[in-house]
């Protein structure tokens, strides 16, 4: 059994976050979406501005999906944003604004599936439940010299049961953070076995498979995609479109379409779509994105336009307005290399440099594979 090892080292060694600080059920429900496929250093200035403005769940429940995408930007998988919004309203309709404390309750909302409702469970309610992340995988896969891919199913299952197996009656949640905390601190890719609570315990270490351990099965390769993306602008004003369910379904970014052949054509019928005459068509570069699943190229043009009717999921929005808006990683990089040509020709003179305006968002890594970029706008316009 490890856990008596594995709680003194934790109660040594665990991270002082936010999310831990004066902790409460609302608080592991927006932690444990946040850190869905997102790694603790992305998700923390998130869930300070998150918590800022929604500080419970009635808040949250009032708000709009574009309030929340808005303060997802950047944080990927936007889906996440809208069901944890849809579990607060549930929340509130059906469990009297309290979040359930079982696991099965917690299951029935949107967005929770098994690990994250045994998260919640244990953590916030001290359940004696186990979460089986990739942190936790590794640990148990390292713990148990386990040789099997630990992305398969039935290798999963094997090591969920395991790590139920050790979890205590007492200190439930601390003992399930206790192996995350494990998993991103010393049982890391490059494991410090030295440092380890429970590394008498561990068969890979005593069989020197440590680094080799977990196994995988091999990744198929991404399929590369092609798109025109539509930097649709009236000198003053940018065309966005909301994202439709998909691939960043909910946040806005620029018109865009697969395409494989004329891609000034594409770039021209997407500004018409929205009813504006096009005066000027101007391809701007290449933007390359890759996803979880997808490797995404996108052909950026500018196209320059008069005429601003508006229609259902487009609007035009002004410099000022995008940082209120839901936008990707993916969508920002499109729209700095639309706006590129304008920056740099800006005169180096200190009048032109404060005329300009430079943005420098928070980005994560996670689904999109972002970096963190800075990219600037001519104040005046496009
Ligand atoms: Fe991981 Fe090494 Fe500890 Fe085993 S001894 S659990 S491999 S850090």
Redesign the pocket.
């Known amino acids: 059994m490890i856990a008596r090892a594995l709680l003194r080292w934790y109660d040594r060694s665990k991270r002082d976050l936010a999310w831990r600080r004066d902790p409460s059920p609302y608080k592991t429900l927006v932690s444990e979406f946040m850190l869905q496929q997102t790694v603790v250093a992305t998700v923390e200035p998130y869930f300070t501005r998150f918590l800022a403005r929604f500080p419970d769940v009635g808040a949250l429940a009032a708000a709009s999906d574009d309030d929340v995408t808005a303060l997802w930007s950047g944080l990927g998988y936007y889906a996440r944003a809208r069901n944890l919004r849809r579990a607060a309203v549930a929340i509130v309709t059906d469990h009297g604004g309290a979040v359930p404390a079982s696991e099965e309750a917690l299951r029935a909302l949107p967005g929770i599936g098994p690990y994250t409702a045994a998260a919640i469970a244990a953590i916030a309610f001290g359940a004696r439940a186990f979460a089986l992340d990739g942190n936790a995988a590794r640990?148990f896969a390292?713990?148990s010299g386990e040789q099997r891919p630990v992305d398969a199913p039935a290798t999963r299952a094997a090591l969920h049961a395991r790590g139920l197996a050790e979890v205590p009656r007492r200190r439930a949640g601390d003992f399930v953070q206790a192996v995350m905390e494990?998993g991103a601190t010393?049982?890391t890719r490059a494991?410090?076995?030295e440092?380890?609570p429970?590394?008498a315990d561990?068969v890979?270490?005593a069989a020197g498979d440590?680094a080799t351990l977990p196994r995988k099965r091999a990744r198929a390769a991404r399929p590369a995609v092609r798109l025109v993306s539509a930097f649709v602008t009236d000198g003053a004003r940018l065309l966005l479109v909301k994202r439709p369910a998909g691939l960043l379904a909910g946040t806005w970014a620029l018109p865009d379409a697969e395409c494989g052949g004329d891609g000034k054509a594409v770039a021209r019928r997407l500004a018409e779509e929205a009813g504006v005459r096009v005066a000027r068509v101007e391809h701007r570069g290449e933007v390359r994105h890759l996803f979880t699943h997808r490797d995404v190229t996108a052909d950026v043009y500018r196209v320059e336009v008069s005429g601003s009717p508006a229609a259902a999921g487009r609007r035009w929005i002004t410099p000022g307005a995008l940082d209120g808006l839901g936008v990707s990683s993916f969508t920002k990089k499109t729209l700095k290399m639309g706006t590129l040509d304008r920056v740099e020709r800006r005169p180096a003179s200190p009048a032109g440099a404060h005329r300009g305006m430079v943005w420098e968002p928070s980005e994560g890594a996670h689904q999109e594979n972002a970096t963190t970029t800075r990219f600037g706008r001519s104040k005046e316009g496009w």
Do not use: F, H
Request: with cysteine.
């Open positions: 640990v390292r713990l494990l010393v049982c494991p410090r076995c440092q380890c429970v590394a561990c890979a270490r440590a």
